[in-house]
């Protein structure tokens, strides 16, 4: 049936769909069509009604697959003149297989293709199963066979009950175990990585149920290897895997007293929450917790990994175009450890994501929940451009919330292959804004946030972004000046950055730079409570080359090492921001180089106690500082390097000239308010105050106000 057709069957309900999200572009004509789902629906059926016919002749669709199809079937046609709406109503959608958008499913610039909710209702389209049947045992436990499980054909490591996580049981089951002694690799690994260490005696155990189904996750510094066993050593207390880290540098050893836990041991299975799945049998085994039976219940365990793709085609130049997900949940999106364990030297940016593209121009996702998932949510590779994720929600993940881009080369493990001699396979102009992305890393605690490689012209505005172990956004894929990037003019903007670290990381940060990257900016954003286990917890980090980066009108209090900290880079500018109450020092610089490094001006630096104004390597004067306010009420006769005042740092080694030592006049710092009185000596000098309520996402937050929260992972 062409559109034509269809518009003279009257087949016009707009009334029925709710309004759409207001454009930036002109406004689009009324929809050419409709189909609607529902779980009450038949693919039999038409799908151009929302609700069966009373005598059961026709109806809604019963799945978006049969919607798809019916889409595909208008487009064969020709692209669409006026848009192409689909509406799901409310209700849990199962997924047999992931949904997969290809060019033959676009819209066009004025006639998009949307996908969305039914006006006032919630679809929730689940890559996973609700578990019924539970058997009650004298012990209280509640048992269910899975006959799927014990054939292997389906296995998990995730579980929800009542739409909160439940973790597998540990050892320790609080705290973490110490690395007895490091060793070399073995014989098999030498070369390619580190594959074992020594433990403590009775901490590991040969005789554990299931050893091929034990995990032990090994914390490094900024990374964690999670590895399956494939040799314990009871004599010489040995533990080999069954696959090496993928490298042999420091990173990625195994070292006296790391951290580690032992994860998946059916013999730790006693604390109430916790689960085991015995898949030699199939039976799986949950200790309810209070108020819990099974009877109202709903348990859910993920079989997908992948619950949408864009599938374009760079190489053929057919790209996914024009294609709306408009106020869909998606979730419980699976995740297994491979045979050969999950190790990555950073940011665990080779794992997949619920919501994957490659070659997809122009598609938005708005109003969207991605929650209870094993990998990152949402990932653009190769090929993506002017793609928009708006006013969404990224919770309870057990990776980071987005990546955007390719690792270079002809890397395969991220999304999608980028080949740097082809231009349409760069990543360029995508917007993540207005969404709340938060609770991550329950797997992968070295997972981001937000995560930038080798993209351009990326905008990452107003966002919530908190409740990560390792870093909120990271920007850049390169490592020193010599290798090219392809990560330049990428903005961050006017986010609210929290919560990062925990406690379980180092080496990170609110927001992490990498390499070259002329026209990145990181401006009015407020980064707060950033606590590394051991050195690092900065705000704002400049690492590995950054260079031609700008970063101002930022607010940044209650860091562990510093507000701010370069460990090596080139003609950084750090202007106009505040940075107050670190814990160790404020200020910290790494590496002396030849060239300016940064330029450091117009900023307040305020602090209480006895932690110095500037830590590290402050050695030769590559390195512009002026116009800044520095105060501590505990400590007013501030030193410099050198045990220099503020007057001898300026005659003796050049820096800080119109640089104060005075009260900043804050309103009310016990009680982080950072706002200026009038009258503050940082406006004489110029200092440009801004509109901290101008920060972050207020829509996205209304999409879980009654989900129940998310426990953490690794604390």
Known sequence: MSIQQLLAA????????????????????????????????????????????????????????????????????????????????????????????????????????????????????????????????????????????????????????DDQRRFRPRLPARGYRRIAGEIGPSEAAAGRGHDRFRFAEGEIDPNW?????????????????????????????????????????????????????????????????????????????????????????????PRLETLVRFAGDVSARRFVRHVRLEGLTFAHANWNLPPRGQSFPQAEVNLGAAIEAIGARHVTIDRCVVRHVGQYAVALGAGCRENALMRCALIDLGGGGVKLGTGGGRQSWMVGRFDGEDPQSAVLHNTVAHCLIAHGGRLHPAAVGVWIGHAAHSTIEYNDIFDFYYTGVSVGWTWGYATPSRAHHNEIAHNRIHAIGRGVLSDMAGVYTLGVSPGTTAHHNIIHDIDAFDYGGWGLYTDEGSSDIV??????????????????????????????????????????????????????????????????????????????????????????????????????????????????MFRDPMHADYELSDGSPALGLGFEPWDFDDAGCVEAARLVDDLPPVPAGFR
Do not use: C
Request: aromatic share 10%; proline share 8%.
């Open 551 to 664: 970063m101002s009108h930022n607010l940044v209090y209650r860091t562990k090492t510093g507000g701010f900290h370069q460990h090596y880079g080139k003609e950084n500018i750090i202007r106009n921001n505040i940075f107050a109450e670190a814990r160790i020092q404020q200020l910290q610089r790494t590496r002396t180089e030849e060239h300016l490094s940064f330029t450091f001006d117009h900023n307040i630096v305020y602090w209480t106690g006895e932690s110095p104004l500037l830590g590290g390597n402050w050695r030769d004067d590559n390195f512009s500082m002026a116009f800044n306010v520095y105060w501590n009420p505990d400590h007013p006769e501030i030193r410099f390097p050198g045990d220099r005042t503020l007057e001898q740092w300026r005659t003796e080694r050049g820096h800080d000239s119109h640089s104060i030592v005075a009260d900043p």
């Open 10 to 161: 009257g087949l016009l309900v707009l009334g029925l769909l709710g309004p759409a999200r207001a454009e930036t572009a002109p406004a689009a004509p009324a929809p050419a069509a409709a189909f609607f789902v529902s779980p009450a629906g038949d693919d039999a059926w038409s799908g151009t009604a929302a609700d069966p016919a009373r005598d059961g002749s026709d109806g809604p669709f019963a799945t978006l697959e049969r919607a798809r199809a019916a889409v595909r079937e208008l487009l064969a046609d020709g692209p669409p003149d006026r848009p192409i709406v689909v509406a799901l109503r409310g209700g849990f959608y199962e997924l047999a297989r992931p949904i997969v958008f290809t060019p033959d499913d676009s819209g066009a610039p004025r006639a998009p293709v949307s996908y969305r909710a039914y006006r006032g209702e919630q679809p929730i389209l689940s890559g996973g199963r609700r578990l019924g049947g539970w058997r009650i045992a004298r012990d209280g436990r509640w048992r269910l066979t899975l006959p799927r499980a014990a054939d292997r054909e389906w296995t998990f490591s995730q579980l929800w009950v």
């Open 209 to 301: 149920h299931n050893l091929d189904d034990v995990e032990l996750l090994a914390f490094h510094i900024w990374s964690a290897s999670r590895m399956r066993i494939a040799e314990i050593d009871p004599v010489d207390h040995i533990v080999t895997f069954t696959a090496p880290t993928r490298t042999m540098s420091r990173w990625g050893a195994f070292r006296s007293d790391h951290r580690y836990l032992v994860i998946n041991v059916r013999e730790a299975l006693d604390a109430p929450g916790a689960w085991y799945l015995d898949r030699p049998t199939g039976e799986l085994t949950y200790i309810p917790r209070a108020g819990e039976t099974p009877d109202d219940a709903v348990v859910i365990a």
